[in-house]
């Protein structure tokens, strides 16, 4: 019995490796590699059954689809993200937040504000329930960027306000391209209200 818990702790380590190498391959921009490990990641998850790590091999998928322009692949993994996560007995909030993050961001890349407006105001409502600052921060990031291409500066700016202070809270290099859009909508920073 240990050497079957210590075995699928290595699988689980083996996993969570992976999946972080996927990430790291993303943010360098080489998405085919991104996919790769994630891939990986995921079927090492399904083997060893453990739901927590398939989420998130799920999400680096998407995440990668997403990156490499290719918008119903990722919208078909957060839809896997979001159905594993709901299928738990007790549910997963943080899955389904990022899930939701994932809709949000595939339907702002396709072209649809009122889809992202939709599931960055759930990923929202969610992560205020869960606490997390981060998934916070996205989903202000989301909203501000639907609400921009929809052309209502008033909720972009205040989003974008919200989204800077969480991440420069959390020192989160997303910060200065939000600030960047703030300074780029008419007036610079304008005033929350």
């Given at each position: ?70 918008c ?10 979001l159905?594993?996560a ?18 949000g ?7 649809d ?12 409502a ?49 910060a ?18």
């Amino acid at each position: 019995m240990a050497l079957l818990a210590a075995e699928v702790g290595i699988r689980i380590t083996q996993g969570s490796a992976l999946s972080n190498l996927g990430v790291v391959h993303q943010l360098r921009g080489d998405h085919e590699r991104a996919e790769e490990c994630h891939r990986r990641a995921l079927e090492v998850a399904r083997e060893i059954a453990n739901r927590l790590s398939e989420g998130g091999a799920l999400t680096g998928l998407g995440r990668a689809h997403l990156s490499a322009g290719r918008c119903e692949e990722a919208v078909s993994r957060f839809g896997q993200v979001l159905a594993l996560a709901l299928a738990t007995t007790i549910g997963d909030l943080n899955m389904e937040t990022e899930a939701l993050l994932g809709f949000g961001d595939a339907a702002w890349a396709a072209g649809d504000p009122a889809g992202a407006l939709e599931h960055h105001g759930r990923a929202l409502a969610l992560a205020d329930r869960t606490g997390d600052l981060h998934c916070q921060a996205q989903a202000h990031d989301g909203l501000g960027q639907a609400h921009h291409r929809r052309g209502t500066a008033g909720p972009a700016a205040r989003h974008w306000q919200r989204a800077l202070a969480l991440y420069s809270g959390l020192g989160a290099p997303q910060a200065k391209r939000v600030d960047g859009h703030l300074s780029a909508l008419d007036g610079g920073h304008p005033a929350a209200g």
